[in-house]
């Protein structure tokens, strides 16, 4: 079992910064990539990005690259998004999950993910 603990969400105005965290825990020797997923009112959960776990490459949807960054310290078990320049369209739930299957080499639908934590609010005000 992995336990996932999001934390850092909030009111923020248009153009600022947030950056959440993701406190991993239990097995996470035997995760493949950890990610955020976000889901607004009335629309599907939609990926944000991932990283690698053992191996640290990071990747993200094209509607946040440029934006938004994902980092993670393995030593504290702990993952990372910086988001920048943020819009009100960035308004959502975000869901930090983790998998051990290793089925896709870059996981980016929700099915991939079995584990999840139980989300954070992000709310960016025009």
């Known amino acids: 079992q992995v336990q996932l603990v999001e934390s850092g969400g909030g009111l923020v105005q248009a153009g600022g910064s947030l950056r959440l965290s993701c406190a991993a825990s239990?097995?996470?020797?035997?995760?493949?990539?950890v990610g955020w997923f976000r889901q607004a009112p009335g629309k599907e959960r939609e990926f944000v990005g991932a990283i690698i776990w053992k191996g640290g490459a990071p990747y993200s949807a094209d509607s946040v690259k440029g934006r938004f960054t994902i980092s993670r310290d393995i030593a504290n078990n702990m993952v990372y998004l910086q988001m920048n320049s943020l819009k009100p369209e960035d308004t959502a739930v975000y869901y930090c999950a983790a998998t051990t299957n290793i089925a896709t080499i870059y996981p980016r639908r929700a099915s991939d993910y079995n584990y999840w934590g139980q989300g954070t609010q992000v709310t960016v005000s025009s």
């Open positions: 239990g097995r996470t020797f035997s995760c493949y990539a």
